[in-house]
């Protein structure tokens, strides 16, 4: 049936309010307008990212709406003056848009695009509406994406093509745990090859931070997690030591600094929790560590720590995507795991059907899971 140019209806996640449940509706999907995308999403992962606004952590966000930020998906059809896929290819949703453009696009360091929802929260299309509907009721986007649905629709801006042989199941992590990680070893801290990392929570983004750093020739590579189920994987991927704070006496940046003769030269907070983003400060070496925030914080929250901690030559930092720009290298990395130049079915710790995402959800806060990914 040729569904191009009409309403479809379908089923979607929808998180009326935070603190709530998903509930499964149908809702209707209205085409592309001009230069948007319709896609049917194959797979979706699920990101820590999508549960802090469940738990209602990011306070200004609308309701309601449809999460899901790492999708991939194939094109069902393109409104007009869209130029860069086409009915039938493969795609990958991008959170962070990539217009070109813009100063942060033009801006040769930077991979944020000024388009970008995160921090204002709009979620609506670029035009303020909503191409959702369910119940009669407009239903908002997340972030650019909104992947917790059968076909979602996408500027084309934040879509790109990857190629035809990719396996959505497992690629759908290039559309932000892979990528995130691994990103925010290589590009954002740039770990070199000797150096010594610490790694702060060990879900999707900070095993994929310790395959970054392992790709980069770090020396030693430090997990942290209070959750010790997790060293088994977080060593499998390259960590060469596994702390869990609660088994230590003192606090885990003093632990730190004595396992490395004063701290590491790079560390990663992959948690969301800004006590650890302070911690992990601390961890880096005075005189020349680097510490990268990756987890996202709720958005009401303070970083709060003494200046003289980056007088004396420590740097933080932070990053979205890992630093990566979408467009030029979602389609690289996506070829990266199909040859297994790096593997990732270690995070792909569950798969399940579209419908049991609320037991995906309870997986990841049990600790129980990686990443789930939902087929539809
Ligand atoms: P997930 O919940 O799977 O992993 C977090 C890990 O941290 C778990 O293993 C916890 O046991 C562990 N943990 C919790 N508290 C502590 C603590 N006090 N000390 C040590 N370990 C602890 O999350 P994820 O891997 O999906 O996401 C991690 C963060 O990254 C999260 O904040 C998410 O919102 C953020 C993120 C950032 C970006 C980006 O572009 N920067 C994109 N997506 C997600
Ligand atoms: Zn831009
Ligand atoms: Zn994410």
Request: neutral net charge.
């Amino acid at each position: 049936m040729d569904t191009a140019g009409k309403v479809i209806k379908c089923k979607a996640a929808v998180l009326w309010e935070p603190h709530q449940a998903f509930k499964l509706e149908e809702i209707e999907v209205a085409p592309p307008k001009a230069h948007e995308v319709r896609i049917k999403i194959i797979a979706t992962g699920i990101c820590r990212s999508d549960d802090h606004i469940v738990d209602g952590l990011m306070k200004d966000r609308k309701y309601p709406v449809i999460l899901g930020h790492e999708g991939a998906g194939i094109v069902e059809s393109v409104g007009d003056g869209v130029t860069t896929v086409k009915p039938g290819d493969k795609v990958i949703p991008l959170f962070l848009p990539h217009c070109g453009e813009c100063r942060g696009c033009a801006e040769p360091k930077s991979n944020v695009c000024c388009k970008s929802d995160i921090g204002k929260n709009n979620g609506l299309m670029f035009d303020n509406t909503s191409r959702f509907t369910c119940k009669g009721k407009l239903i908002h986007n997340f972030i650019n994406t909104s992947t917790f649905t059968e076909y979602t629709v996408v500027d084309e801006i934040s879509v790109v093509k990857i190629h035809d042989d990719a396996p959505l199941d497992k690629v759908c992590l290039v559309g932000c745990c892979f990528s995130t990680g691994y990103g925010s070893a290589v590009n954002l801290a740039k770990v070199e090859p000797g150096s010594t990392c610490a790694v702060f929570g060990l879900g999707g983004i900070g095993l994929s931070v310790i395959i970054g750093c392992k790709a980069a020739g770090a020396s030693r590579i430090i997990a942290i997690d209070v959750n010790s189920r997790k060293f088994e994987k977080a060593k499998e991927l390259g960590a060469t030591e596994c702390v869990n704070p609660k088994d230590q006496e003192n606090p885990i940046h003093e632990v730190i600094q004595k396992m490395t003769n004063g701290g590491v030269h790079y560390s990663f907070e992959c948690i969301g929790n800004t006590d650890i983003m302070v911690s992990a400060l601390l961890s880096s070496h005075l005189s020349c560590g680097t510490a990268v925030i990756v987890g996202v914080a709720p958005s009401l929250s303070k970083l709060s720590f003494p200046p003289i901690l980056l007088l004396t030559g420590r740097t933080l930092k932070g990053g979205l995507f890992g630093g990566f720009r979408g467009k030029d290298s979602v389609p690289q990395l996506v070829l990266d795991l199909i040859s297994e130049k790096f593997k990732v079915d270690g995070l792909l710790t569950h798969k399940l059907a579209f419908n049991e995402i609320n037991k995906g959800f309870d997986l990841l806060r049990k600790g129980e899971s990686i990443r789930t990914v939902l087929e539809f």
